[in-house]
């Protein structure tokens, strides 16, 4: 498949996958020799969980092993059954067991036939309604529950969602594919994100009170953009010639850049999966009835058509990369230059230069009326 003109190895895509599975299953063997022993009581699916992800990449002390794969026994665990499994809360009191469902609180037991848990229409992808320990390690302040994030941005996520299956369905099949879990959340400090530490899970911030559904397309392509590089960069020495956690400064960037090369690599990939899909909508929205959502989208596409040229430049003959690094170096290259050529009649006259780091249409249209 391709995402612009970025070509997308299936086959190696899959290859990797395979690859990180077998990763976390080795950690899980090494930690959990006991409980290794009986796999053929867990699921395979059990060694996609994002929280499985965390608990042996990130913090071990938080949720308990027996809460996360609990949901993934082909045996009823009569612990569970019994609320005797051992389990940790989130700071609403909500204990989160993947596969199962919530136990709050407030109740004794499971809210419904699933649960309480809640999927993305049509997909497989569920929607946090606690708030997980990840985002707590990076901002202790965030409190608003992400269950009430849902109700409140239901309509532009869903219509986000029912957009991108239409006007980019390989790449929102991709999404389905590599993406397990969405949270919403809010915070004035922590930016959306998606990492291998909790793998499989793609956290927005929902920071603007009217976010639209051309903000979701934008960050979804962003995040899960992340999560699909993060499989096809397995083997990060098979694309760098240099540690992946090396400064671009140290080798001869921007001064103030304290970014690492394998962080401004992602970027490029994410800036195009971003670019893909803003062209995908506006190729496919009426000018006249929805000219606000258009603007939002046109700079929105010129932020990141200029953020890209910056980090194109930056990555530039430092001797980064591999022989395959040099092949994604291109294709990135190429995906500027054509949402350059097609945009920059119309987005040369746009004002970013009170923009933020992310994006704020608020921003925009306060420097855009002046």
């Known amino acids: 498949m ?13 290859q990797n996958r395979h690859l990180l599975r077998g990763m976390l299953r080795s950690l899980f063997e090494t930690g959990y020799p006991e409980m290794a022993n009986q796999q053929a009581l867990l699921q395979e699916s059990v060694f996609d969980e994002p929280l499985l992800y965390y608990h042996l990449l990130g913090s071990q002390a938080y949720y308990p092993i027996e809460q996360i794969t609990a ?27 993947p596969g199962i469902g919530y136990r709050d609180a407030a109740e004794n037991g499971l809210s419904d036939k699933n649960g309480g848990r809640e999927w993305l229409d049509g997909t497989g992808i569920e929607l946090y309604k606690f708030i997980p320990n990840i985002i707590l390690d990076h ?63 793609c956290f927005i911030n929902v920071v603007e009170a009217d976010s639209s559904e051309v903000f979701f397309i934008d ?28 400064y671009i400064r140290d080798l001869g960037g921007f001064d103030v850049d304290d970014r ?15 670019l893909g899909a803003l062209d995908a909508y506006l190729e496919n929205t009426d000018a006249e009835e929805q000219s606000l959502l258009r603007l939002e989208a046109l700079a929105r596409l010129g932020f990141y058509i200029t953020k890209m040229f910056v980090d194109l430049e930056n990555l530039y003959g430092k001797n980064l990369f591999t022989p395959l690094g040099e092949t994604y170096y291109a294709a990135f290259i190429k995906n500027y230059q054509r949402m350059y050529d097609k945009y920059h009649t119309v987005i040369k006259t746009f004002p970013y230069a009170n923009q933020p780091y992310v994006f704020s249409f608020e921003q925009f249209l306060k420097d855009y009326a002046q």
């Open 2 to 14: 391709k995402i612009i003109d970025f070509d997308l190895d299936l086959p190696f895509f899959q």
């Open 219 to 246: 960050d979804l392509s962003h995040q899960c953009g992340h999560i699909i590089f993060n499989i096809l960069t397995a083997k990060t020495e098979d694309f760098l010639n240099f540690d992946k956690d090396t």
């Open 139 to 201: 901002d202790p302040s965030v409190s608003y529950c992400p269950s009430s994030l849902i109700e409140d941005y239901r309509n532009a996520l869903t219509q986000a969602i029912e957009k991108m299956r239409l006007i980019t369905p390989e790449f929102f099949e991709l999404i389905c594919a590599c993406t397990k879990n969405i949270c919403l959340f809010r915070s004035d400090s922590l930016n959306s994100f998606a990492g291998i530490t909790q793998h499989g899970t």
């Open 260 to 274: 690492k090369i394998y962080s401004i690599f992602h970027g490029l990939f994410t800036y195009s999966c971003i």
């Open 71 to 97: 949901g993934y026994k082909n045996v009823n665990s009569d612990a569970f059954e019994s609320g005797k499994l051992p389990h940790a809360k989130d700071i609403h009191g909500r204990a989160y067991f």
